[in-house]
Structure formats: C-alpha cells, structure tokens
C-alpha cells in the first residue's frame, strides 16, 4: 500500500478490527493501490490496513477517531453493497457527512435505467436530492452554491431518470450563452455547432448519467432538449423536467421568461452560482432577484450549498474558500 512520508504507527497503538462479508467489496473501498485508505489515514489521523478475509484493521491512540474510522468505513461498504461507485472524492466526503447521515439511504439516491446510479456525497447534497425527489412537495427547486458542489450534475441525473422511468416526455436543459453575446452570428457552422461548445458542461453531465449513446439516441428523438436560454421564449413547456444551469447569468428579464416556461405536468430546477455572473458590469443578475421574491413561495425550494459541499477535488474546496475570504476582505475595506 502506498503512503504518505508520515511516521507507520506501532502496534501499541490501540486498535480494533472491522468484519465484512465480502472481502471483494473491502478492497473497492480501499480504492486502487489503497488510495481510499490513504485519503482516510490523512483526514482522520489514523491507520487503516485490510489483510483479507473481508477485515479492515482501524490503528489510532484517539478512540474518537478509530469511532470515526468505523462510521467511514462502514459509510462506503455501504455503498459498494448497493453498486455505487466509491472514488476518493466519496472517502473525503464520508469523512466529513454527519455521524446521523453517514449510511445511503433510499432518498438520497438517484438510480438512472439502465444509466449509473448517484449518491448524496455530503449532507448539503442529501438535503438537494431530497428535494428533487420531493415532487408531492415542490415544483421549483433552486440549487445554488459554489462550483464543484454538484448541483448541475444531481439535477441532470434525477432528470435523466425521470425520463427514463417515463415520468415525463422531455428533459429540456437550458442556460445563457452569454458568452457568445452578439458574437454568435460570426462563428462558424450551422446554429447547432455555433451553441454547443456553450453546452458541453451539459453533455458531459448526460453522458455520466445515461452513456453516450442512450444520451444521443433520446436527442435525436426529440426526448432531451439543451438550448441556451434565448431559444426558451414563447414556449410552454408540458410533462418535462425542466433544468436552467448558469442562471446567474441570466439577466431579470430572462429570468422572469424561463421561470414561466413551466407547463402542465412539469417541474424544474434552477442551479447557479451568484457570486459568479458573466454579465456586463452595471446589469443585475436575474438569480439573486429571483430568490429574493421567490423564496417563500409554497412549491418552490431554496437550497444553498456551501464550502463543505464542494466534492470536485479537495483543493477547489480550499480554492473556494481562499476567494470568499479575499471578497470578506474586499468588502470590508469598501465599506471603510
């Protein structure tokens, strides 16, 4: 097993250790050349070892910490019994899900037909999921937060299983090309491959959820739409799930026409980040406005992520945090 250059703990260190059915299982959570375990050792501050059989040997002097060793371990054989995948990205965030929310269960899981299968890595996504889910609940949910949280790639997910649960006809995925701006005309090609580069992020999310050719063969039916924003007006639309990604860079206007898109039998999820606008400086962003007078309407759901949610990379979380705090300290000498 791979390690760090920290000091091997000795034997008289209190351990204990943990027996699992299937010892295949064990290994998938210790990740390949034990990347899994490595990533646990660190955030814990504990040893862990697997030497067959399906056992798991947990080393710490802390016996909080060889409790928490446990919680994780159990967490993510958990989640190999129920097929899910388990990457480092799932080990850190066991790491940090709280002691009651550790376990998988039903409701913060997205299964896709025939597709892959997702799970709340962190207790902000369980709550986000839940919403989702929540269609006797809410018709409107908005997941907005950080990059790397997973509010885009959940909100794609639960659509595609939607669709392939035949719960609705559609799955139409929108979001602002702002970046082209008046510049669209002058790209080359047809206005397909002109708007696609804008709406890769959102292919690569179908992809994970329903494999490349399941994902093309249900846009050449007509049953996955992604059009940026603009392609939204005038249109009611009935018996989809509706997502609107990027909204931040959506201005008012835009806003307020998308919103009202939602037809008969529809429901839809709006993610963004408004802290990070593309817009033109000086014209106001369409998602702080809209959450402003939207957020205690009935049917519709708020969820905010924050720093803790961000499973992309351990660094983007840290990333994350090192520009928050230089906009606290830009702030604070604005208001000086």
């Not at 050349?33 to 040893?47: G, M, P, S, T, Y």
């Not at 802390?62 to 990457?87: F, K, M, Q, S």
């Not at 669209?184 to 292919?203: A, M, N, Q, R, S």
């Amino acid at each position: 097993m791979s390690r760090s250059a920290k000091p091997r703990r000795t034997r008289r260190e209190p351990s204990e250790t943990l027996h699992f059915d299937d010892g295949d299982l064990v290994r998938l959570v210790a990740g390949a050349n034990h990347e899994n375990f490595a990533l646990i050792e660190a955030e814990l501050d504990i040893q862990l070892e697997a030497p067959g059989g399906g056992t798991v040997v947990v080393t710490a002097a802390d016996g909080t910490a060889r409790r928490e060793a446990r919680r994780v371990i159990n967490a993510l054989y958990g989640r190999a019994v129920e097929g899910l995948p388990i990457e480092p990205t799932d080990a850190r965030a066991a790491c940090l899900m709280a002691e009651d929310d550790a376990g998988e269960t039903i409701d913060s899981v997205i299964r896709v037909p025939r597709g892959t299968s997702f799970s709340a890595r962190t207790d902000g996504q369980k709550t986000y999921v839940r919403a989702l889910k929540d269609d006797k609940s809410y018709d409107m949910v908005f997941g907005v937060g950080p990059a790397g949280t997973g509010k885009t790639l959940l909100a794609v997910a639960y659509g595609a299983s939607q669709l392939a649960l035949g719960q609705v006809e559609r799955l139409v995925i929108t979001r602002p090309a702002v970046e082209a701006g008046e510049r669209l005309g002058f790209l080359p090609g047809d206005l397909t491959e002109k708007i696609d580069p804008y709406l890769l992020p959102i292919w690569d999310a179908l992809r994970d959820s329903l494999g490349q050719r399941v994902s093309e063969k249900m846009r050449e039916e007509g049953r996955i739409e992604v059009a940026p924003l603009a392609f939204m007006r005038g249109r009611t639309l009935n018996r989809a799930f509706v997502i609107v990604d990027e909204a931040q860079n959506a201005t008012v206007p835009q806003m307020r026409m998308v919103l009202t898109r939602l037809g008969e039998g529809s429901r839809m999820a709006v993610t963004g980040d408004p802290t990070q606008t593309d817009l033109r400086r000086g014209e106001p962003s369409g998602l702080p406005h809209a959450l402003s007078i939207l957020s205690d309407e009935p049917r519709i759901a708020v969820h905010r992520f924050g720093r803790a949610d961000v499973v992309r990379h351990g660094l983007v979380a840290r990333i994350v945090d090192a520009y928050e705090r230089d906009d606290a300290r830009r702030e604070g000498k604005s208001d000086e």
